[in-house]
């Protein structure tokens, strides 16, 4: 079905108009043409709104740029919220309006700024005003482009920085990322383009009250209660709690992850109690939106307030990524050599990248091919955790697919697919727990010796699977498993593999060390995939041709067609992750390298 | 809502990331005066009409030659799309649609909105004229359209 011409000619008009470049007369003949075709009306909001989304969606995705989208004006701006939400606060602590747990608001409390009077009499039985005490929170990690407020004036955050009542945190765009540590030992995370005040509390109920402008807020409330507040409402957290917290003019949106907290809209003074797996939505004029669900799995709520897997992926080509995630899948979710009875769960490896694509870019289908592949092993698991297969088969598939989980979590995705990555986990800790058995890892270490890829996809497998059944033990393992990997490095950065080195091996290397560098930072890991980085792209020319020459494990010969004996997609992965906030030079090769295939051989 | 009502006032994209931030200080402020038995989203975007006009005259620029009738009709078509949890479902959507366009307009959907290029500079990074490029945009935001309503792209 093709669009009609006069439909194309509205949106060709329409868009002009909102790019700024239609003329006056053009702009105000196309209102007028609007204003008597509801239908073209209804064509128009919908565009208005399409671009409204797409901009979001490229924001969600944090594409970064060479300045922050937060501009002076919207700092200044933001700063000014801030001041106008604490008057707020302030305000509304003096009516009354922080009532212990399980009291009603004081009337129907609206917001109102310090200078107007105020109409309303207090409760004579509200607790004393107390005035706001210094603030009891420290930044303790940033991440980004992330700014202490005060006032009109701004200062880059760093972290150990104390942050006192006048004092306001905003985060730019990209990758920013802020943690604040409260006393009582509750954290908050605060994801790109937030701006909140600092916490401050009244001496009557030495309740902390945040006020939030806008952006995302990840709270784990712990040892005190906690009020968190928007221009809409609160959320108020009187015992240990676990909230996603979402701020836009519109509305606010909170997501808990564990045990619960009472919301009230300020207009209506309506409220409502919202258990964990639950999302509310509070608008100033309906009734609050509860959406049930079971609670996500414990390290969701982690992963999600620190998305950098995520993050980072969204920060590499889309198209390219698309193109990375394929593979093909039968009916039953087995792949290549297991199609003809199950021989390797590693072979089911590859097409769990769907996870890792689809994820980044909304592509749902590779989504679910990869849970059927997922789930076309599972089947296969014995009951020890193995797959009665060999072993380095078996850490092969969990280095693969525990990495991947975590970036399926992290995304808007880990709510519809909630109850399978939950199922997931208990096969995940089995398999986990047999590798790690001290005969399976003598095993995996001879093989390795070897093969030295094996070192970074296995201490992938140990510390992604600790990371995802929150056992640090299992990640400790891990993080040791990847030292005897980079023991093998050559001081020009360049992977010993089969006793010599071998380009397309290091790319290999390079993904899984790079991805397990974003998630465990050690300066080890960094200075390894520098220097690593380097020595690839020492391997490649200008065109994107690959010097295969010395490879000994792809060979300096070359498999026709294409050379099927690189695995050019996995090549492609090596230099995306080498090349995110380190080269971009490895993204632009990433895309060549891949659709050349062609080898420098002799 | 909000966002899509400010940017089909004022079309320049910094003064539209601005008078959003200055709507949610003045939504703050007026709190109070917001008479609680009319819909928030219509008072809201009084708000908004009124805050983009200030920005216009603080920076010298023409002020808005669109009839209030007009707005209020645009307004309703907006309220059509659907409240909050409806837009966010379509976002959703339009995530999945983006993933069925060609490789080719997910490059230029990529640079115009993700980068946030200005069509004349994607005119010259892909080495097309800007009517091209216009072009391109209306096929692409058309194909987009029908998929959000048909659940594919033809």
Redesign the interface.
Known sequence: ???PPD???L??TA???????LS?EK??KM??A??VD?AR??????????????????RD?S?P?ATS?L?R??MI??A??LA??SA?VVIGVRLGWAPGPGSTPAG?L????SS?PA?AQPDPGAPAIGAPQPAAARIEAVQGDVWVVSGTARALARAGQALTAADGVTTGGGRAHASLRMAGDTRLDLGPATIVGAPSSTASTAMPVLPV??GRIFADVRGQPLVVNS?LGEVRATTTARFRIEVR???TRVEVHQGAVRVTV???GATADVGAGALA?L????DI?IEHDEPPAPIAFALQADPRELSALRRM???LL??LGGWPVDRDGLVAINQQGFRCAGEQRHPVLGFVTGAA?????VIDKAWRALEGTIKFQAPDGSFLDSVVCDADWLGEVAPAMVVLMQS?WERPYRKLIKALLPPLARVAAFLAAPAQIEELRRADAKFSKGYFLHSAAFAFAGLLTEDPALQAFGREYLVDGLRLQRVDGAFLLYDGVDSAYQAIILHHLAGFALRFPDPRHESAVRIGGQWLMSQINAAGDLDVRANTRTGPSCVPPNCSNIDWNRMAWGLLYYGVDRDPRAIELAQRVRDRRVPIRE | MLHAYVSAMLRDPVLVEDTLSDVVIEIVHSYDRYDKTRPFAAWARGVARRVALTNLRKRGRVELGVPDEVLEAFSAALDGLGDQAALESRKLRLRECLAKLTPANRDLVQLRYFDELRPELIASRVGRKVGAVYTAFSRIHAALLRCLQEGQLA
């Open positions: 079905m093709t669009t439909e194309l000619e949106i060709e868009l002009r108009h909102l790019e700024g470049t006056p702009t105000g209102w007028a609007l204003a509801p009306m209804r064509k128009f909001a919908a565009l208005v709104m399409q671009r409204v989304q797409l901009v979001e969606l490229g995705a594409v740029r989208r501009t004006g919207r701006a933001g000014a919220a106008a939400l707020v129907t609206v917001a109102r700024s107007e109409s402008v806008q221009p003019p519109e509305d300020f207009s209506t939505t608008w100033p004029d309906r939106q080509p889309a198209r698309d193109s870019t909304g592509n749902r289908l808007e």
